[in-house]
């Protein structure tokens, strides 16, 4: 079975400015503060304006105009990107971190980098479990699913 996850994450507050901006944004609450937008191909059109813009390295799904509009949105905002894939065991992950209206840091694609954004925004991992774990990443297999989870509060766009 296979894992895919391509979502924006960040303090709850701070996401708000992407739900603002974007009114298909779906945002999902988790525990500590943090929440995460999944990126659905619908979102995607909105956000990257239906363009056939170029794709930022090491991601699939972050063009540079889903990046100029994000920045634009958040303005300084800590705020971060991941997509994640894993099929039969293999896969990994990649992700970016935007701080003060510019890249802060680009996560090469292996086995860290939700932990590594998760810990940027503060995340205290349970005994016995990491970050990933601890705020339930696990709980859905596919990016669509976070969408359709009830976890979601309409009062935090």
């Known amino acids: 079975m296979g894992y895919y996850l391509n979502a ?17 944004a779906i945002p999902v609450n988790l525990d500590q503060d943090i929440s995460l937008i999944p990126l659905t191909e619908d979102l995607f059109d909105q956000i990257n304006e ?9 991601f699939e799904y ?3 105009t889903i990046e100029m509009n994000v920045l634009g949105a958040i303005k300084e905002k800590p705020l ?34 939700i932990n590594i954004v998760l810990r940027t925004f503060d995340v205290i991992a349970d005994h016995n479990k990491d970050e990933f ?10 990016t669509q699913d976070w969408t359709q989870s009830g976890d979601h509060s309409a009062t935090n766009c």
């Open 80 to 113: 971060a990107y991941v997509e994640v894939t894993y099929f039969g065991g293999e896969g990994g992950q990649t992700g970016i971190i935007w701080k003060d209206g510019k890249r802060n840091a680009e996560l090469a694609y292996g086995q860290e980098a």
């Open 62 to 64: 972050l063009t540079v």
């Open 133 to 142: 774990d601890t705020l339930g990443f696990g709980r859905y297999r596919h």
């Open 8 to 24: 924006f994450i960040g303090k709850s507050r701070d996401i708000n400015c992407i739900c603002k901006a974007y009114n298909l």
């Open 50 to 58: 239906l363009d056939a813009t170029e794709g930022v390295d090491g």
